[in-house]
């Protein structure tokens, strides 16, 4: 019985692909049939030549050439990459069917490769279709009121399960009637992403949660971005026995360290200082020659200085002015300058 069902729905989906394809005109077909063999959502340059992309001007002659009719049948393709491309087709000729075709594709979970620049990756046509349009990151296509449309339905659906869904989770802002839902992300769908939303609340009751991602290394990013939001004292030890593993470790892991750096400068006590003058010992020990205690001087000196500068406290004055690097030009005092504000601004 389910062999046959699955066949019958097979059989439909080909009859009906059928149909619509007999609605476009051939040169329409022929751009679809290049588009969808390609098969790669492309950026119009690719590589760090911008090499053009032949997919891409297939796209333009698509986007300048199909009727809207033709589109809106497109927009239902059976290959994704048709359809991603379909939408920026709506999106780039300013047409007023932009944003409901949106909150249709939102939904679209089917996984796309696709490559920006130089950037090789996955993701699935639905989140695609929202970083295009600028979603929470641009006014030019979404208004205010759309952004906030977006946000319930990425919040409130559970069947959503994309980046943007957890870069929403990531930046937002406390809001009374996202809590519940949001609470219900952490603990029950154990999303990493959304304990850092939930601990904007600072929300006693919701420690507990969040303890819990500390015991799974791959979450304890997310964990301590909890405890940078929420610096109450349970989640302390923590932190101090995450800096304890990395300060040991000649491994050097550059995420997890900034935003460790920026969570314990938070908690501007006497023990958290006695962790960060631990970088002077590395300054007085190495030698000229050192280069692994100049690496590490210089990796935990840019976390340290980035924690000090969003999180000023005259407590870490002291240890902020005893940082100096050595500079061999101003190339390598600009690089160490862009390392400060890349790590005060990656983690908003």
């Not at 051939?26 to 992309?53: F, Q, T, V």
């Not at 969570?263 to 962790?275: D, I």
């Amino acid at each position: 019985m389910k062999r046959f069902l699955k066949l019958t729905i097979f059989l439909l989906a080909v009859l009906c692909w059928q149909n619509a394809d007999a609605q476009l005109r051939p040169e329409i077909k022929a751009l679809r049939d290049s588009i969808a063999s390609h098969n790669i959502l492309e950026s119009i340059a690719l590589g760090e030549g911008g090499d053009p992309s032949i997919v891409y001007q297939y796209f333009k002659k698509l986007k300048n050439k199909a009727t809207d009719d033709e589109l809106r049948i497109l927009i239902k393709d059976c290959n994704a990459v048709v359809r991603g491309y379909t939408f920026l087709a709506f999106l780039h000729n300013g047409s007023n069917d932009m944003f409901p075709i949106l909150l249709e594709m939102i939904y679209d979970t089917a996984t796309v490769e696709t490559q920006e620049s130089c950037r090789i990756g996955e993701e699935q046509v639905g989140s695609y279709c929202l970083f295009k349009a600028g979603y929470r990151n641009s006014l030019w296509y979404l208004n205010t009121n759309q952004t906030a449309i977006i946000d319930s339905i990425l919040i409130f659906d559970k069947n959503i399960k994309s980046y943007q869904k957890n870069n929403l989770l990531r930046r937002l802002t406390p809001d009374k009637k996202y809590y519940t839902r949001i609470r219900e992300i952490a603990d029950e769908e154990r999303n990493p992403s959304a304990i850092i939303a939930l601990a904007r609340y600072k929300n006693e009751n919701d420690i507990e949660i969040i303890k819990t991602f500390f015991d799974d290394k791959e979450n304890e990013y997310y964990a301590v971005y909890a405890a940078r939001e929420f610096p109450d004292t349970a989640f302390y030890p923590y932190l101090v026995s995450i800096f304890e593993r990395l300060w040991a470790n000649d491994k050097y892991d550059y995420q997890l360290s900034h935003i460790l750096c920026q969570a314990l400068a938070k908690y501007p006590t006497k023990q958290t200082c006695k962790l960060f003058n631990r970088i002077k010992r590395i300054k007085l020990n190495y030698k000229d020659d050192d280069d692994d205690g100049i690496f590490k001087y210089e990796t935990w000196g840019v976390c340290m200085l980035a924690a000090f500068i969003k999180y000023p406290n005259p407590i870490f004055e002291p240890i902020k002015q005893s940082i100096n690097f050595d500079f061999e030009d101003e190339e390598g005092k600009l690089f160490i300058e862009d390392e400060i504000q890349s790590a005060i601004d990656r983690t908003p």
